[in-house]
């Protein structure tokens, strides 16, 4: 079993629908949880960062963590066709240790 | 303007010639890492060090090396390179304890004929 699932997609949806990406995760000493967002032949770039259970928002996106159900999830209000990309969840035990990904949700935002 | 670089892009080798990846950073960061990314698996972590002379091994450390002499480098050494490394390849950095504050480089795609 792996540490880190998530469905791979891919998920397409409309200009302006709100995006659910979810990620589920088996080690209860996870205590880090990141969401990073890959364009097409680039470097994954950190979007959102949290430590702790609930909510985090950054303008249109959403970071959600429920550690009783190890389960995280991220939101984007307003989907863009700018959104279209790959998005991973990243977990870690104490921060700057060793990260573990998930496999990352393909996304598509049609205009 | 922060960045972390990879050298080279694109690499195209045989098996069992020695290769190494270059990673550099100009943000005074302590902690590097080097990440591969694999259709259906993910990025997954080889190696990362959490300071100069101090490094520790990830998922998938085997068939690599490091070292990291410097604050600044953090080369990937492919000693005797295989086809299953055939990859593509992520450096990344970041300030000690602060996730935030991380980069990753463009990446390089490696193929092991």
């Known amino acids: 079993q792996k540490e880190v699932e998530q469905d791979p997609g891919p998920l397409s949806v409309p200009e302006g629908a709100i995006v659910s990406l979810n990620c589920t995760y088996s080690?209860?000493?996870?205590?880090?949880f990141m969401w990073y967002r890959q364009y097409s032949r680039k470097g994954p770039e950190l979007l959102m960062y949290?430590?702790?259970?609930g909510n985090k928002e950054d303008g249109r996106f959403t970071a959600q963590v429920d550690k009783s159900s190890k389960y995280i999830s991220l939101f984007i209000r307003d989907s863009q066709p700018s959104d279209s990309a790959t998005y991973l969840c990243a977990i870690e035990e104490t921060s700057g240790s060793r990260l573990t990904f998930g496999e990352g949700t393909q996304l598509t935002v049609n205009p | 303007e922060a960045q972390v670089t990879q050298n080279p892009r694109y690499l195209i080798t045989v098996t069992g010639k020695k290769l190494t990846v270059t990673c550099s950073q100009n943000m005074n960061h302590e902690y590097m890492s080097w990440y591969r990314q694999d259709p259906g698996l993910g990025l997954r972590q080889i190696y990362y060090s959490m300071n100069v002379e101090v490094t520790d091994k990830g998922d998938v450390p085997e068939g690599y090396k490091v070292s990291r002499k410097e604050k600044r480098n953090f080369p990937l050494i492919l000693e005797s390179p295989s086809p299953n490394q055939t990859s593509l390849y992520f450096c990344a950095s970041s300030s000690r304890g602060q996730r935030e504050t991380q980069y990753f480089g463009p990446g390089t795609r490696l193929l092991v004929l």
């Open positions: 949290t430590y702790s259970s």
């Open positions: 080690n209860s000493a996870f205590q880090y």
